[in-house]
Structure formats: structure tokens, C-alpha cells
T-cell receptor
């Protein structure tokens, strides 16, 4: 089954404790992105990757890091989480051509206390 | 200016009736795509329908159709024969193919739809 998987699905952590949210897709997609969703703001892009070893900032990259060492994986790293990073996070992927839609993972609900 | 505007407050519709969810957009690109996603209470993002800026016909996918009015820069989602399972948050999104080469989807703030039995 074609899918984007994320782990963990839920995470409660404390300020300053480094964490990684994993993302993997099995569709051989070139493009992968991370978004965060906050009430009243919709989804905003954090980082994206156009292919292996090619990553760049989205609209809200502060406090996050990413890497793309393999085509299928695109982990999101929070080196020193803060309470304002409490959010619902989505990983997404899409092919370079058609179909045009992005496929989203199930989401990771992160709470930083 | 916001690129995607969804201004309707929570929407209510009677089961089996049709409902229109509004979306207006702003871009200077000539080539762009418009998307609608559904987010049920379980949280996942479900792709519903896509309209390319050069598509001459309005997109349709089952009970979903997109009323695309390019001159007005609107891309309203029409759901026919509403079902209880249609109760969810609905997001309109846009990808700009000229200035937005990074694959970013720009999302609106969403509209909550509740279907009454």
C-alpha cells in the first residue's frame, strides 16, 4: 500500500530535550515536506526536500532541522524544543510530475512542556 | 495579502443536501494548481480534488466538484448529497508552479462542516 508513515504519532516532552520525528514514504517520491498545523493558521511549511541531500527552508524553519540521506526518509529534528513548538506535524511527499497531489502522513501530535 | 482565503464560519448542512465551501486565492503566477483536502476528527489529511489553472473543465471526483472561476480567483468546493461522514475540516490549498518551485502547498485556515441527520 502506498503510504507516508510518521513516528511517533503522539509525543509529550520537556523543553530542551532533543527529539526526532521520523517520516518514510514507499512511493519513490522526489519531493518531501514537513508542515505544522496550528489552530486558526492552517498548515505551514517548515522544510522541504527536492531529492536526496537537497533541502531548504519553508515558511517557519526556526528551531527545526531536517536531513535527506535516503530518498524514502525525511526526519524532522528539534534540537532544543520549546513550548511554542507544540503543534500537529505532518510529513508529505509527492512525485516530481503527475499526479500533482501531496500525500500526507497521519500526523504527529507534539506537546512540549 | 493572504494567498488562500476561507472566510466562512462553521458550516452546517442537512444530510443528502448539497453544500458549497468557499475559497478565494491570490497569485500572480499564470500556472498554478488548487487543491482541497479533508481533515476528519481523527486528524489525517485526505486529498479530495485538484484543479489546474489551465484546465478548461471544472474538476469532479465522485460527489466532489470544484467550481473554478479563474477571473474571480475562486475555487469553491461543492459536495453533493452530503453524508454524515462528510463532517470534517476542509482546507483549500494552492501550489504556484512559477514562483513556488519548492513544492509548497499554501493552505487556507480551513472551514468546519457539520452534517446534520
Amino acid at each position: 500500500e502506498a503510504q507516508v508513515t510518521q513516528n511517533p504519532r503522539y509525543l509529550i516532552t520537556v523543553t530542551g530535550k532533543k527529539l526526532t520525528v521520523t517520516c518514510s514514504q514507499n512511493m519513490n517520491h522526489e519531493y518531501m515536506s514537513w508542515y505544522r498545523q496550528d489552530p486558526g493558521l492552517g498548515l505551514r511549511q517548515i522544510y522541504y526536500s527536492m531529492n536526496v541531500e537537497v533541502t531548504d527552508k519553508g515558511d517557519v524553519p526556526e528551531g527545526y532541522k531536517v536531513s535527506r540521506k535516503e530518498k524514502r526518509n525525511f526526519p524532522l529534528i528539534l534540537e532544543s524544543p520549546s513550548p511554542n513548538q507544540t503543534s500537529l506535524y505532518f510529513c508529505a511527499s509527492r512525485a516530481s510530475g503527475s499526479p500533482p497531489e501531496q500525500y500526507f502522513g497521519p500526523g504527529t501530535r507534539l506537546t512540549v512542556t | 495579502a493572504q494567498k488562500i482565503t476561507q472566510t466562512q464560519p462553521g458550516m452546517f448542512v442537512q444530510e443528502k443536501e448539497a453544500v458549497t465551501l468557499d475559497c478565494t486565492y491570490d497569485t500572480s503566477d499564470q500556472s498554478y494548481g488548487l487543491f482541497w483536502y479533508k481533515q476528519p476528527s481523527s486528524g489525517e489529511m485526505i486529498f479530495l480534488i485538484y484543479q489546474g489553472s489551465y484546465d478548461e473543465q471544472n474538476a469532479t471526483e465522485g460527489r466532489y466538484s470544484l467550481n473554478f472561476q479563474k477571473a474571480r480567483k475562486s475555487a469553491n468546493l461543492v459536495i453533493s448529497a452530503s453524508q454524515l461522514g462528510d463532517s470534517a475540516m476542509y482546507f483549500c490549498a494552492m501550489r504556484e508552479f512559477e514562483t513556488g518551485a519548492n513544492s509548497k502547498l499554501t493552505f487556507g485556515k480551513g472551514i468546519t462542516l457539520s452534517v446534520r441527520p
